[in-house]
Structure formats: structure tokens, C-alpha cells
């Protein structure tokens, strides 16, 4: 089965098909007239389709692509519970080793994503055990679905099978943000604690015993099961209050609130993301506002099986045999039957992304330019980006060859053939890359605010 992110990918629910649509003519999709407070002005370049037919549009312009979105409100302080889930979150002591809290992985000065370049990052009792995955942004996940098989998102008429979508972590096996936030205490190649038993008497003896008893009362370490799995709610606490975790204060923000403009560059590169004929970003990078005004989360939370190349830098690769399968495993298990989702990991938001040294699942690539190239070339020059064996490129090769069909060859820019043109040139890309760079925290003082005199 392929659903939407395969062969079915065709129909996007309606909002998003607005703005595929709208974009391909050079016009924006509205909110309702009483949520907007202004146009929302969304140039587009020239577009032609597959069969060469040209659609003629407007040069795009520097100008204003304000409209309505309400900012969470930034709490006076701390809950108990979350400031001493800020406590669990940067105590090193919780490792095996005693020197890797989960800030050590997920650093707050990288918007909460890995410090360095590294394809996976190393943990462990001795700090030596390699990871089998890129380390993934803490940002922006408060809203993410409860893992489902299948979401149902209303189209016109009715409901189109949206495929496997939500949950945390790449394979959305977490249940819930303190689910996800205890898998690590746990993880052989991370924190690499025996059992719960042994973090949670790290915990009883250590410099926030009491403010734990507090939380969540004066025999809570008597169980341990359940002082591990509070341990798991005061972390999801501080990642759900503290502004940190969420500070919409990227230039792309600023200029939704009418406190900035984007720049030529940056409007021709926002035009070529959601030209579904072009970099088509848009269509699993949502840029579109959320109910209730919700800011705009750059992901849709589904999967995507995209063919990313085998990474040699991770050493579990160095075994031929190993291969991993996203949503069918090697972690998840409930769904290893399902081998129609096998290689499909879930979208990332795109928030922070130019200021990452990391990408993909795999950490494959180190660099957005290169990124970007993949996404362009991968089906046009397979060579570059794949294996030889026997003179044959093996495309695809981080999959086994029976998985490979899963891999979405039918969406813009990866539904092209050997020799055929590129969706985007070169100077395209760049205007992209611009455009990705305004989604960058830290262009602003507050949620959507004014960029304190920065272009």
C-alpha cells in the first residue's frame, strides 16, 4: 500500500490543495475574512508543467506576507512540575557514564538539536556507543498527533487516507512528549541506564530529591515505576512551558505579524516552496497556519519513504544486513508486518533546518545546499548520489531491494527521470535556501516581534 506519500500522494486535503493550487496561478490562499488582518502577498516565478505549457505570472517582489496567527502567550514563570523537569533535562548524573545529560544531545544553543556535525551522536557507560540515528530537533513538537495508520484529512467531498502519520520520535513510536522524553534514560547507545529502578535511585538521591517529592508527593519513591514515568511528565512539562521549545521568533514570524519583510531573494525562494511544480516543500512542509491561528509548523507530522543514501559514517551500517526500516523497524515492532511503510520516517519541521550541520534520518548530509541537490537530482542523475555495483547504479541503497518501491518517486521534485530537467536551477535552490533561512529563531526579542533593526 503507498497512500499519499507513494503513488496515492496525488490528492492533498483541502486547505493544503488550495495552496498548491493558488500558488500555481500566483495567488495565496486566504484565512476568512474575520481571522485576517491584510492580504497575504505570495509572488510565484513562472512555472511549467511536465508537458511544457508555461503559466505566466507576476515577478516576485519584496513586500509584506502578513496575516492572522495567535502566538501562545509566554508564561510569568515556570510550573513546579517544569522547573523540575528543567532540572531531570540538564542532570548529567542520570547516565550511565555521569557525563551526557539530554542536553548534551539536544543543546539548547542548536535549537535544542545535536551540538556538532556528527551522523549520530555517542553515548553509552564509556561514550563510545554510536547511535544509529541523526539526533532530531527538540523544537516545535507540542502539537504533534497521536500515531495513527491512517489520518483522515476532509477534501472536498470526502475523506482522503492520509497514510501513517504523528507520534515522536523519526518512527512515531512514542505515544506522548514524556514517553518520548524518558526513551533515552533507557537507550543502550544513550543514557544507557540498566532498568528504571536505577534512574529513579539516581534521582532519589540526588540534588532535587525533594522538589520531586513535592511535585508529585512524599512517597512517590516507593514506586518506582511511577516516580519513572513522573520523571517522564515534569520533562514533557518543561518542553510544553518553557518558551524555549517553541519562540516563534524567526524572521518568517516577524513577517507573518507585520513586523518584517521578506527580501526578493526570500520571496522568490517562498514562491518556489509552494510552486507544487517546483520545490512543492509545501506539501508535506506545511506553511500554512493551523486552527485557532496556530503559528504555521513547516511539517504535516506524516512519513515519507524518500531514498535517502546508506550513510557509511554509521557504524551499524558496516554490517550489509543491517538496514533501518523507519516505521517496520528495528525499533518499532508493531508494525514490521507492514511492509508497505517500510523506509518512511517522519517529516521534520523545517523550523531551525538552515542551522543545522545535519540531515536526514541518517545524517547523511552535512549541508542544506547538498540537501537540496538530492532532492533535485536524486532521479535525474542517480550516479552522483548512489552506488555502482557491476556498472548499475543501485539507487536507493539504504533499503533492501524489495522495500524499494516504497520510495516516493511520484511527487515534485523526485518524479523525474534520468536526463530529464531539473525542477529547480541553480540559482532556484538559492533563492530557497534564502527563503529557508528566514525559519531561523532568534531574528526577533518575542513570538512574531520586531527584528531590533535586522534586514
Not at 312 to 320: F, Q, T
Not at 323 to 339: I, K, N, V
Amino acid at each position: 500500500m503507498h497512500f499519499r506519500r507513494m503513488a496515492g500522494r496525488a490528492i492533498r486535503p483541502a486547505a493544503c490543495a488550495l495552496v498548491a493550487l493558488s500558488a500555481a496561478i500566483g495567488l495565496r490562499a486566504m484565512p476568512p475574512a474575520e481571522a485576517r488582518t491584510m492580504p497575504v502577498a505570495h509572488p510565484e516565478v513562472d512555472a511549467a508543467d511536465r508537458s511544457g505549457t508555461t503559466i505566466r505570472q507576476e515577478p516576485p517582489t519584496s513586500g509584506s506576507i502578513r496575516t492572522w496567527v495567535r502566538y501562545p502567550p509566554v508564561p510569568a514563570h515556570l510550573s513546579a512540575r517544569a522547573s523540575l523537569g528543567k532540572r531531570i533535562f540538564f542532570d548529567a548524573s542520570l547516565s550511565s557514564s555521569g557525563r551526557m545529560s539530554c542536553a548534551s544531545c539536544h543543546s539548547p544553543a542548536h535549537a535544542y538539536g545535536p551540538p556538532n556535525g556528527l551522523a549520530v551522536q555517542r553515548g553509552g557507560a564509556d561514550l563510545r556507543q554510536a547511535g544509529t540515528r541523526a539526533v532530531p530537533s527538540l523544537r516545535y513538537l507540542t502539537f504533534t498527533p497521536l500515531f495513527s495508520r491512517h489520518l483522515y484529512t476532509p477534501a472536498s467531498e470526502d475523506s482522503e487516507d492520509e497514510g501513517p502519520a504523528g507520534g515522536f520520535t523519526r518512527d512515531g513510536a512514542a505515544a506522548s512528549l514524556h514517553r518520548q522524553a524518558a526513551m533515552p534514560l533507557l537507550h543502550a547507545n544513550e543514557m544507557a541506564n540498566p532498568d528504571e529502578q536505577a534512574v529513579v535511585a539516581k534521582m532519589r538521591h540526588g540534588t532535587y530529591a525533594q522538589a520531586f517529592k513535592r511535585v508529585f508527593g512524599p512517597t512517590v519513591f516507593r514506586h518506582p515505576h511511577r516516580a519513572f514515568d513522573d520523571a517522564g511528565l515534569a520533562l514533557e512539562a518543561f518542553q510544553t512551558e518553557d518558551p524555549s521549545f517553541h519562540p516563534y521568533t524567526s524572521k518568517f514570524d516577524a513577517a507573518l505579524s507585520g513586523h518584517a519583510r521578506l527580501t526578493l531573494k526570500e520571496m522568490r525562494g517562498y514562491a518556489l516552496f509552494n510552486n507544487p511544480r517546483k520545490g512543492n516543500c509545501a506539501k508535506c512542509h506545511v506553511d500554512t497556519p493551523g486552527p485557532g491561528g496556530r503559528p504555521p509548523a513547516f511539517t504535516d507530522y506524516a512519513f515519507a519513504a524518500l531514498g535517502v543514501p546508506r550513510n557509511p559514517a554509521i557504524p551499524a551500517n558496516r554490517d550489509p544486513a543491517y538496514f533501518d526500516l523507519g516505521l517496520c523497524g528495528p525499533y518499532r515492532h508493531d508494525l514490521a508486518h507492514e511492509t508497505g511503510y517500510c523506509g518512511m520516517f517522519k517529516t521534520p519541521t523545517l523550523r531551525n533546518v538552515a542551522t543545522r550541520k545535519v540531515f536526514f534520518h541518517n545524517g547523511r548530509f552535512h549541508r542544506l545546499e547538498d540537501v537540496m541537490h538530492f532532492y533535485v537530482e536524486r532521479d535525474i542523475r542517480p550516479w552522483k548520489w548512489y552506488p555502482q555495483v557491476a556498472g548499475r547504479t543501485v539507487a536507493f541503497d539504504d533499503l533492501p531491494a524489495r522495500y524499494r518501491r516504497n520510495v516516493d518517486r511520484v511527487d515534485a521534485p523526485m518524479d523525474r527521470s534520468p536526463g530529464e530537467k531539473p525542477a529547480l536551477s541553480e540559482a532556484e535552490i538559492r533563492d530557497v535556501i534564502a527563503f529557508l533561512q528566514t525559519l531561523n529563531d532568534g531574528y526577533s526579542a518575542t513570538a512574531g516581534g520586531p527584528g531590533a533593526g535586522k534586514p
